[in-house]
């Protein structure tokens, strides 16, 4: 089950298997058109040293050149899901090789996904850093995501419409 689909319900989702932060799927249903070769396969996500931030952070890393995302829009991602303290990846939806639909800012997914996405553009990779009140706060995902935690999401953006 991928993690952001749960949390419609209850803003707390089950996760996905831990595979690895390496590799190299290409997402097959992502138009090309809407895909630059940045993000045609998996990112790598590091997690940072030092002490994790106290709000959200949003750096684009690839910046798109399609449709922006805006609240209230249905869009379609491919993302994958890092624990910030141990490095250690929880969830991603290129290792199920399916994309990632929801709509923005309908509370559909945790505060910093709603948050941190919009604004971004079709084709476009963009890296948030969740703190625990944006993400699953005190109660966590267990057993993937421990209460309190700091979370990494690389994110593409595949699709608004």
């Not at 949003?58 to 991602?77: H, N, P, Q, R």
Request: hydrophobic share 35%; with cysteine; net charge negative.
């Amino acid at each position: 089950m991928p993690i952001l689909a749960a949390c419609a319900a209850i803003a707390i989702a089950g996760c996905g298997g831990g595979d690895s932060t390496t590799g190299s799927e290409t997402a097959e249903s992502a138009p090309a058109a809407a895909e630059s070769s940045a993000t045609t396969k998996k990112p790598v996500v590091k997690s940072p040293k030092g002490a994790p931030p106290k709000q959200l952070e949003v750096k684009d890393l690839v910046e798109g050149s399609g449709e922006e995302a805006k609240s209230g829009d249905e869009i379609t991602v491919d993302y994958v899901g890092v624990d910030y303290k141990s490095g250690k990846e929880f969830d991603s939806s290129w290792s199920r090789n399916e994309p990632f639909t929801f709509t923005l800012g309908a509370g559909e997914v945790i505060p910093g996904w709603d948050q941190g996405v919009e604004g971004m553009k079709v084709g476009g990779r963009r890296e948030l850093i969740i703190p625990p009140e944006l993400g699953y706060g005190q109660t966590g995902s267990p057993p993937a995501i421990p209460p309190n935690e700091t979370l990494i999401f690389v994110i593409d953006l595949r699709e608004v419409g």
